[in-house]
């Protein structure tokens, strides 16, 4: 059994590392090298104890993780291996989103990808945990003084620096194409990132 599931981990990796490649050379013409951490399907699992659904954070088209690896809390982000054919995700997909967000990473409002893991049937993300979720959260407050006009009005300006980033920085534009309260990450800081979903494209 064992001897099965690790053939089958070594496949995933395989096919998920060559895609993930093949995007990234496509894509910025290895111009652009941001380094990708990879993690083993058993650190997550770990990570999230054992993907318990008590960890569940999010759900959108897939199921975010709130988890702790190496005394860090992160936010792990996967995908079903079978989905409903409304919304199906596919590894070629997913490296897709790998290879943009890594690049993207680099701007300071943008969700930071800490790594993957390719040893999944598709891939893993992983991320930075957003302290103050997101921003969906934020304004369904029974609080209705938590996010004054000034900050949101510094929300705003940080989602424009991030959206003229991913149009202007790259041989290729990239189009986000569903920016929505439940895509705006906050921290303790209300320090904005956008999360760059599936729905990327390059121009």
Not at 122 to 132: G, I
Not at 178 to 185: T, Y
Not at 197 to 203: F, P, Q
Request: proline residues 5%.
């Amino acid at each position: 059994m064992w001897n099965y599931k690790k053939k089958r981990e070594d496949e995933n990796m395989l096919r998920n590392g060559g895609l993930l490649l093949e995007k990234r050379i496509s894509y910025f013409n290895s111009k652009y090298s941001n380094p990708i951490r990879t993690f083993s399907a058993e650190e997550l699992q770990k990570a999230t104890n054992d993907y318990n659904l008590n960890l569940i954070y999010g759900f959108v088209g897939s199921k975010w993780y709130k988890g702790c690896l190496e005394g860090r809390v992160i936010f792990v982000k996967k995908y079903d291996d079978y989905y409903p054919c409304s919304f199906d995700v596919d590894p070629e997909s997913v490296s897709n989103e790998i290879a943009v967000v890594t690049q993207v990473s680099g701007h300071k409002n943008a969700l930071k990808l800490l790594g993957c893991c390719l040893e999944t049937p598709k891939p893993t993300l992983v991320f930075e945990f957003p302290k103050n979720g997101n921003l969906d959260d934020q304004l369904r407050s029974s609080n209705p003084t938590c996010l004054p006009w000034r900050i949101r009005l510094k929300i705003a300006n940080e989602i424009a620096s991030v959206i003229t980033y991913l149009h202007t920085a790259f041989p290729r534009p990239i189009i986000h194409r569903d920016i929505h309260h439940i895509n705006i990450h906050l921290d303790s800081m209300i320090l904005c990132f956008v999360w760059h979903s599936l729905r990327v494209k390059h121009k």
